[in-house]
């Protein structure tokens, strides 16, 4: 069954001239299957190996619900067999009798500690799929950290050798076991550790916030500097040997030297949580007095999208890109995204850099089609900002927007569209056309809303077009702090003209209406009308912050030292 699951998954990378396209997907579909319908008939280590590396295959293929339904098989089946705590877990049994039902073991005990540290191994790689195919999200993580009580793998000598060591938990507290256990750990098991640390900055930014609350302010900035203070120690606490110190060794050219991808995954990962964490601060949607955008998290930011580019050249150079899969991907997905934030706010141009990025995701594409679609979509945002920005210099008559407003623009629209995804109440019937009770319906923007009543409202349908939900993928990203909505449960007003209840009433905020002057020319961005966007932008702010808060995406204050409440320059 194991050779099923290789097969599916790397299928990808054989240049057998036999394989055309009917018999590659063939050969694909019925492993797949196979593997499929023996993962969910078996409980074994075996079967969930094969559902692992099945995974991996299908999460390259989409990051949408085909990996969501695979990792929740995944995540409960690595529970119920004891593989997410060590055999001497208080998980699975207390120290002191008590009279809670014990966990079932349904494994064997391991014959010896090869096997042992290979169920280990198995239940990180399970780990290491279903951090990233969530922190791109607003889901919860299929496996709780709060069962999980294992050990972290070793380095990879000593498990060929089968020389019995042990290294630390993933949470240790105790910074003499922390450091002892150290020089047992390779590249893999530093890896789960830094997405240890990812999983809770994930947790953190799901948090709301009353930006407009000093307490919630405080509250939220103390956690965000012992996040980034975790992340500083852990880096200062790492063996020379995977510091990023020794890039000058792992990243100099030379045709003897064999490329350290355990050494490349773990600090791509490490720089990609530096930007989870720090573009909450560095590129806020929106800010009051007393949160504002921070300086010194920009410069993280952009240091870290550069030792990316530095790190994802020599991949590039030395042409393995095709040893590297999804997580390695997302990590260049990311920093293209960054640019294109940063572009649109602070540095009021698109760095160079962002078509390497592209041209990356292009080249890993022939391989991973997840990779090939993050490709798509941000040579489709570079395209429409290069249509604006030649369009502008080359028709004076056209009113079209800077291009670094475009860019704006985009990003306005893909926060209007979380907002209204997040915020839209319960459908109350089947069809949105259906004229609330005690009132009517009018058309607003092109859509149906139902008018002032007391009743509760039918929620209107939306079709969103390919552009935005491109939008959507590229800047939902960034789009922190969540703000909770005023007055608790009571609903904000209406993005685009679509109605959002109040507790007493309902508020309708009308979108634009199209101009009826034929000769005006109206800028869009994926035909949507600027004005619409701007309108829709003051609806969404207006409703994610209280009055004193302001907008933070088309009208972005730049922050700078003197100011910076991160990193205060020291005199």
Not at 311 to 332: E, H, Q, R, S, Y
Not at 432 to 458: D, W, Y
Not at 507 to 534: E, F, K, R, W
Not at 548 to 561: L, Q, R
């Amino acid at each position: 069954m194991l050779l099923y699951a290789i097969v599916a998954t790397t299928l990808r990378f054989s240049k057998d001239t036999r394989l055309n396209e009917e018999n590659r997907k063939r050969y694909h579909d019925v492993c797949k299957r196979k593997v499929i319908l023996y993962g969910l008939d078996n409980s074994s280590v075996t079967a969930l190996q094969a559902l692992v590396i099945l995974t991996l295959d299908v999460v390259g293929t989409s990051n949408g619900p085909p990996g969501w339904k695979l990792l929740a098989v995944i995540a409960r089946s690595v529970v119920q067999l004891g593989l997410a705590v060590e055999a001497t877990s208080s998980l699975v049994a207390t120290m002191f009798p008590s009279i809670y039902t014990l966990r079932a073991n349904i494994l064997p005990d391991s014959r010896n500690w090869v096997e042992d540290e290979g169920r280990r191994r198995l239940f990180w790689a399970a780990y290491l799929l279903d951090r990233y195919s969530t922190i791109a999200t607003a889901f919860d993580f299929a496996l709780d950290i709060k069962e999980v009580d294992r050990k972290l793998p070793c380095k990879d000598e000593y498990f060929v050798k089968n020389q019995p060591v042990e290294t630390r938990f993933l949470d240790t507290h105790e910074q003499l076991e922390c450091v002892s256990r150290s020089q047992y750990m390779g590249s893999f098991g530093f890896y789960m550790e830094v997405l240890g640390i990812l999983s809770k900055i994930h947790l953190f930014l799901k948090r709301p916030v009353d930006i407009s609350a000093i307490t919630d302010v405080n509250q939220w900035q103390s956690t965000y500097r012992k996040l980034d203070n975790e992340l500083t120690a852990w880096e200062y606490q790492l063996p020379k040997e995977y510091s990023f110190a020794m890039s000058t060794r792992y990243l100099a050219p030379s045709k003897s030297r064999s490329v350290h991808c355990g050494w490349i995954m773990l600090h791509a990962a490490y720089q990609t949580t530096i930007i989870r964490l720090h573009s909450s601060a560095a590129y806020p949607t929106t800010r009051s007095p007393i949160f504002t955008p921070s300086y010194g998290a920009i410069q993280r930011c952009l240091a870290a999208v550069e030792r990316i580019r530095t790190i994802a050249g020599f991949v590039v150079d030395n042409n393995v890109l095709d040893k590297f899969g999804p997580p390695f991907a997302f990590t260049l997905w990311v920093s293209a995204r960054l640019l294109l934030v940063n572009g649109s706010t602070v540095a009021h141009t698109l760095d160079p850099a962002i078509n390497f990025f592209v041209d990356s995701l292009r080249r890993m594409g022939q391989y991973w089609k997840v990779a090939k679609r993050y490709s798509e979509i941000l040579q489709r945002v570079l395209d429409e900002y290069n249509e604006f920005e030649q369009s502008g210099s080359a028709d004076a008559n056209r009113t079209a927007p800077s291009s670094v407003k475009i860019l704006a623009d985009m990003r306005r629209c893909a926060f209007d569209l979380d907002f209204l995804i997040s915020h839209q109440p319960p459908r109350a019937g089947s069809s949105s056309h259906t004229p609330v009770a005690g009132g009517s319906t009018a058309s607003v923007g092109g859509l149906i809303t139902p008018k002032a009543t007391n009743a509760t409202p039918v929620a209107p349908q939306r079709n969103l077009s390919p552009h935005e939900l491109e939008y959507l993928d590229v800047f939902d990203f960034f789009n922190v702090p969540r703000i909770p909505l005023p007055g608790g449960n009571v609903a904000a007003p209406p993005i685009n003209g679509l109605a959002v209840m109040d507790q007493a009433q309902q508020i309708t905020v009308p979108s634009a209406q199209p101009q009826t002057n034929s000769s005006a020319v109206t800028a869009t961005v994926g035909g949507i009308s600027v004005t619409d966007l701007a309108n829709a932008a003051a609806a969404g702010a207006a409703a994610a912050a209280q009055a004193t808060n302001e907008f933070n995406i088309t009208n972005y204050m730049v922050p700078t030292p003197e100011t910076d409440w991160l990193f205060r320059a020291t005199t």
